[in-house]
């Protein structure tokens, strides 16, 4: 029986997912020899929560996790049956954070109604020939802004190549009064490939994908993710805070 692992990452410490040899999957590959599918082939940049891959093999996860490098870990484990397939799921869920510049937050939740739904999102995606149908169904975009950021969060089965990073450029750039809602009417219901720009990668997480699969989970890999993730946060909000001070006294001397 195939065995299907929960996998956290810092994406800014990897190439992507798989497809790349400082990918993810390419130190998986390491530990586990053979990797029979994945949940998300997320982009270089992209962090994950709850990613998944699959093996045959049922490894101690603390053993896993003492031969991956810095910024990767499995933290649960469930045994799956024969033809399960990572990429059918029942839900995928993913969160874009964005600084706020003043962005409209009601042009935004406009925009996001409008983009979810079943579309044909060709001017979203970033299209290769193998990738079929352009088609989908996005269950629900909902906007909120927290002090100077802007959250995005998005659910659905799949979502398409670079698809989130550009509706994420297309709802910040409604909010801005770049895009107008005929403007997005018009995107869906003529596709343009490659008229709209994505999002930069490092603003988007994969939270979860629900398979409705119980998974053991292993609470010390857990906590050793959360405390990595939370370091980094505090390492960034005090070179952030740095860099606002730096521009503050900027202002100051050209009052």
């Known amino acids: 029986m195939p065995f299907l692992y929960r996998v956290a990452y810092d994406g800014s410490l990897f190439y992507g997912f798989t497809g790349h040899p400082n990918s993810v999957e390419s130190a998986l590959r390491r530990v ?3 990797v029979l599918g994945r949940g998300s082939r997320t982009d270089p940049g992209v962090s994950a929560v709850a990613n998944a891959v699959m093996t045959r093999q049922r490894l101690p996860i603390g053993f896993i996790n003492s031969r991956l490098p810095r910024g990767l870990w499995v933290w649960a484990v469930a045994e799956v049956p024969e033809g399960f397939n990572p990429r059918r799921a029942r839900l995928r869920r993913y969160l ?3 600084p706020h510049w003043g962005e409209d937050l009601d042009a935004m939740r406009e925009a996001a109604e409008l983009l979810a739904g079943t579309h044909d999102y060709a001017s979203f995606i970033q299209t290769r020939g193998e990738e079929g149908s352009t088609v989908t169904t996005v269950y629900e975009i909902k906007v909120e802004v927290r002090r100077d950021l802007v959250y995005i969060y998005y659910t659905g089965r799949g979502f398409r190549n670079k698809m989130l990073r550009k509706l994420t450029w297309a709802i910040l750039a409604a909010g801005r009064g770049v895009l107008r809602r005929r403007d997005l009417e018009e995107l869906l219901a003529k596709p ?3 008229a709209v720009p994505s999002a930069p990668a490092e603003g988007l997480v994969l939270l979860d994908i629900d398979y409705g699969v119980e998974f053991q989970v292993d609470e010390t890999a857990l906590r050793k993710a959360y405390v990595y993730f ?7 909000a005090a070179y952030a805070a740095a860099l606002k001070a730096a521009g503050e ?5 050209d009052e």
């Open 32 to 34: 586990f020899g053979e």
């Open 249 to 253: 006294a900027l202002a100051e001397r």
């Open 192 to 194: 343009r490939p490659g």
């Open 96 to 98: 874009y954070v964005a």
């Open 230 to 236: 939370l370091a980094r946060y505090r390492q960034a």
